[in-house]
């Protein structure tokens, strides 16, 4: 398996020897012959300052409005449906080569994410600050088990580890430019790359693939980092900690602390082995501060992403360990005035568990912001948009857990097929748009070549090939996570609606669909401008009829409808003002 203990034990033990020993090239002609190179402390953002922040929670206690990531995909909007061999621009001619864009940035700022397709070919070439001579160009092989690779170890992941799709996580940062260009002739060539944009009056050091000795060792230290379980970074921490026994349909407070301070780990050890059924009713909830409702409202088993709990299981936020039968969370939760966390046990039956937690008394900004965490659970009909997270309010996207399962259909799983979409400040057009569910999840190909896999930042944790075909998959977002400055709307499409529409089903198919989002916000006090071209639909044949919280999605107002024969009312409105309706007849002969 990938993304097993033995082969995180066996990266961290081969990265300490060759971040120790090798350098990406040949010596800088200031350390040969010179023994150690020493590590320096400078001002500025360089590589290593990067590395170091893909481990770092604390940063997103407080919002920093200069920031914006940028997506750039092969599903570009003037192409759509197109979600692949879709470049930016015209191609370049250079060196008798053509090379199509990728993306093309000014600067400030640093590549935090760059995926590739399974089957990608050709040659990468990354240009950075105007410079006549690019700094990086090799072919997608080599970029994903060469030199590069052997420095950032499971920073970058080729195919053959991931069973599904190629991803890197290596920071990329420049200071005035960055365009990111590929020659390969596939069609079929699919990308993802996410770039965070810094403020202009940002100091940043321009990436070098011969990396120095303050950048090797902040690899050595991300790696032992994100391979240390937290149950095992905390064991010599001392912790507070209380037994519970919560009888049925009891809710007990097992936090209540007082700020300014954070909550950096919490761990519940059960007294039986937890099973999904009884964590399933164990209700979490958290509350910050003045905040009236609370900012954490899932089960447990949700907040721990639906995991089935069959196998010791280590994330950069979350975890579980199986022998000990103890789940564990490292996401560091801010506050200023108060945390009170409890844990209603639904179960008909008590439960017995010892919890244990971590609290750091540190500064606290008075507008800081909080871990949120909902999940939801809905239908979906396939062909379809459906909203997952409406949030107004300033702060960063964490992370998403999503759980499907399908009606029996051809493709399996073709659920994954379906892009996500995010709106971010009330924009009209989505900046983030996605090549299929299973790309963003950092897989290819609906998952069907992919065994389980699982890493600390992206994995599946679930399969099944019943049915139609069902997926447990998880991603976090650190260095990627994406900034939000008043509002943020992820919608997702239940498969490919284009694809759905020439495949030969005649009735609706249905997908049952479980998720939790994780972000960190602070909500918005009053009117937040709003103007997504994102509107809530509700075919029916009551004129009516007026569109809900349930209702699919259309992202704009011109739109075709395949219905039976009939007369229909199309009741539409948009996605933040349900009031809005407009409803438009049709007949259908």
């Known amino acids: ?62 919002a920093d ?37 990728m993306l093309d940035e000014k600067g400030p700022g640093c590549i935090t994410r760059l995926w590739l397709s399974s ?67 596939q069609p079929d060539f699919k990308y993802q790359i996410n770039a965070l944009i810094l403020a202009p009056t940002e100091e940043v050091h321009t990436f070098t693939p011969l990396f120095d000795a303050r950048t090797r060792k902040a690899f050595v230290e991300a790696v032992t980092q994100i391979h240390t379980p937290g149950y095992q970074r905390f064991q010599s921490v001392e912790k507070q900690e209380r037994r519970y026994t919560l009888h049925p349909h009891q809710t007990e407070m097992l936090l209540n602390f007082p700020g300014p301070a954070a909550i950096d780990y919490l761990e519940f050890q059960f007294a039986e082995e937890p099973v999904t059924e009884v964590l399933n009713n164990l209700e979490l909830t958290l509350y910050w501060d003045h905040l009236n409702y609370p900012s954490v409202l899932c089960s447990l088993i949700d907040f721990f992403c639906g995991n089935r709990l069959q196998d010791d299981w280590n994330t950069l ?7 000990q039968k103890k789940l564990y969370c490292q996401f560091y939760m801010p506050f200023y005035d108060n945390a009170r966390l409890n844990l209603k046990n639904k179960n008909e039956k008590p439960i017995s568990l010892t919890f244990r937690y971590h609290v750091k008394l540190v500064d606290v900004p008075r507008d800081t912001l909080y871990l949120h965490a909902r999940s939801r659970q809905r239908v979906f009909n396939v062909g379809l948009l459906y909203p997952v997270l409406e949030y107004e309010g300033s702060g960063y996207f964490a992370g998403w857990n999503m759980i499907s399962l399908a009606e029996p259909m051809e493709p399996k799983s073709f659920f994954l097929e379906g892009d996500e979409y995010f709106y971010i400040n009330g924009e009209a057009e989505p900046s983030w748009n996605g090549t299929g569910l299973d790309n963003y999840f950092n897989g290819d190909d609906r998952l069907e070549h992919a065994a389980r896999f699982q890493y600390p930042l992206f994995g599946c944790i679930g399969r099944t090939e019943s049915a139609g075909g069902g997926f447990n998959c998880y991603r976090f977002h650190l260095l990627d996570a994406i900034p939000f400055h008043t509002s943020l709307v992820l919608a997702q499409e239940a498969g490919c609606p284009i694809q759905f529409a020439s495949l030969p089903v005649e009735r609706p198919v249905r997908t049952t669909n479980k998720w939790t989002c994780f972000w960190y916000g602070r909500p918005a006090t009053g009117i937040v401008p709003r103007g997504e071209n994102l509107y809530y639909c509700n075919p029916t044949q009551d004129p009516q009829g007026v569109p809900d919280e349930n209702s699919p999605l259309l992202q704009s107002e011109s739109f075709q409808i395949k219905l039976p024969k009939g007369t229909w009312w199309i009741h539409v409105a948009p996605i933040w003002d349900l009031t809005r309706v407009q409803s438009i007849q049709k007949v259908v002969e």
Not at 70 to 91: K, L, T, Y
């Open 119 to 185: 089957g990608a070919q050709g040659r990468l070439r990354f240009e950075f600050d105007n410079e006549i001579r690019p700094r990086l160009e090799m072919s997608v092989a080599e970029f994903f088990s060469g030199s590069l690779k052997e420095a950032a170890g499971p920073f970058i992941l080729s195919v053959s580890e991931t069973g599904s799709g190629h991803v890197s996580y290596m920071p990329m940062p420049f200071q005035t430019r960055c365009r990111v260009m590929t020659d390969t002739t």
């Open 1 to 62: 398996m990938p993304g097993d203990g033995g082969l995180a034990r066996g990266w961290l033990l081969t990265l300490l020897v060759v971040l120790s020993c090798v350098a990406c090239g040949s010596p800088t002609p200031e350390t040969e012959g010179e023994g150690a190179e020493p590590v320096l402390e400078f001002k500025g953002q360089d590589t290593a300052y990067f590395v170091k922040r893909m481990t770092d929670w604390t940063r997103f206690s407080r």
């Open 65 to 101: 409005a200069s920031q914006r990531l940028v997506m750039r995909s092969s599903h570009h909007p003037a192409h759509e449906p197109q979600d692949a061999g879709v470049f930016w621009g015209d191609p370049l001619i250079q060196d008798g080569h053509e090379w199509h864009v």
């Open 317 to 323: 936020p979350l975890g579980y360990q199986r022998a």
